[in-house]
């Protein structure tokens, strides 16, 4: 079946440093891929996402590449801020029925930025 | 963009309780809703799916009489915890897609904090 291999964390890093969390992903056929991102305490918000082979996602200065040939979506960040601090999850979705997609996610990494 | 809100965001009550959870999609009609679970520093684990007007489908080792679920409408799934005890307390997260958007195939509500005394 599906499923979603991410670096464990957790990943503290300074203020102003790069991120890359590492995503890999096994899936039949053409996956979407996403990722979300869990500040605390709250629910699930989507961060960027990528339909198909070379897309690359972006927002908020996080980008993501679809790479179909290592089947992964690293996450990264090229100057991280301590608003960043949260739990982040890759993701993959597969056809579900009756019209609706059901995620497969990875374990999350939680992401720490100090000053 | 796509707003779903979950309510409570919190409960505290006694065991034995049964505790109702609601979760709406406020500006689309959500054909498919999830619920999720999430432990402390763990993922998010499904729990079911439930399409409007017909049965949720639970997944393994979810107990359907424990956990019941109710998509009355195309913008309100409800989760009912059944009598309640400490073992049930977690995270819950519920989620709302529609037919017509796969491009992000689900929206998350901010969860509820269920804690069992």
């Known amino acids: 079946g599906d499923s979603v291999t991410q670096m464990e964390g957790p990943v503290t890093l300074s203020e102003e440093a790069f991120l890359t969390i590492n995503c890999t992903y096994t899936?039949?056929?053409?996956?979407?891929l996403f990722w979300y991102v869990q500040y605390p305490g709250e629910g699930l918000q989507l961060l960027l996402k990528?339909?198909?082979?070379?897309d690359k996602g972006s927002n908020k200065g996080f980008e993501a590449t679809y790479r179909k040939e290592t089947t992964s979506f690293h996450l990264e960040k090229g100057s991280v801020q301590v608003s960043d601090s949260a739990v982040y999850f890759c993701?993959?979705?597969?056809?579900?029925?009756?019209?609706?997609?059901?995620?497969?996610f990875g374990k999350g990494t939680k992401l720490s930025v100090i000053p | 963009g796509a707003v779903v809100s979950q309510h409570p965001s919190w409960v505290i009550c006694k065991s034995g309780t049964s505790v109702k959870i609601e979760c709406r999609s406020l500006?689309?009609?959500?054909?498919?809703m999830f619920w999720y679970r999430q432990f402390p520093k763990q993922s998010l684990m499904l729990m079911a799916t439930s399409n409007e007007g017909s049965k949720a489908t639970y997944e393994q080792g979810v107990e359907k009489d424990k956990f019941l679920i109710n998509h009355a409408s195309l913008t309100l799934s409800t989760l009912t915890v059944t009598s309640a005890h400490p073992e049930d307390s977690s995270f819950y997260i519920c989620s709302a897609a529609s037919r017509r958007n796969s491009n992000q195939p689900q929206h998350f509500g901010d969860g509820t904090r269920l804690s069992i005394l």
């Open positions: 990528a339909t198909k082979a070379d």
């Open positions: 899936a039949t056929g053409y996956p979407s």
């Open positions: 500006d689309f009609q959500a054909t498919t």
């Open positions: 993701a993959l979705t597969r056809y579900s029925g009756a019209g609706s997609y059901q995620l497969t």
